[in-house]
């Protein structure tokens, strides 16, 4: 459990970086548009990708309901 906290904080602030915003503002971003659902349901796997990858990955989920950022 330790290493996907650890893991799932390194994505929220990769992508924190990635969109240009501060993590508490990415945290309830994903928060509000099932991003962090999707890091929790989909560990197994998006743990495996690069963190590129895991930014794309949350930008569609979130995207698909109802995020704006691109």
Same mark, same amino acid.
């Given at each position: 459990?330790? #290493?996907? @906290?650890?893991?799932?904080?390194? =994505? @929220?602030?990769? &992508?924190? #970086?990635? #969109?240009?915003?501060?993590? #508490?503002?990415?945290?309830?971003?994903?928060?509000?548009?099932? *991003?962090?659902? &999707?890091?929790?349901?989909?560990? *197994? =796997?998006?743990?495996?990708?690069? &963190?590129?990858?895991?930014?794309?990955?949350?930008? =569609?989920i979130?995207?698909?309901n *109802? *995020?704006? @950022?691109?």
């Amino acid at each position: 459990m330790d #290493k996907q @906290i650890s893991w799932t904080v390194a =994505a @929220i602030s990769e &992508f924190a #970086k990635a #969109k240009a915003l501060s993590v #508490k503002q990415v945290f309830n971003y994903l928060s509000l548009f099932k *991003g962090l659902d &999707f890091l929790q349901e989909h560990y *197994g =796997a998006e743990h495996l990708l690069s &963190f590129d990858d895991a930014v794309d990955d949350l930008t =569609a989920i979130c995207q698909r309901n *109802g *995020g704006q @950022i691109r």
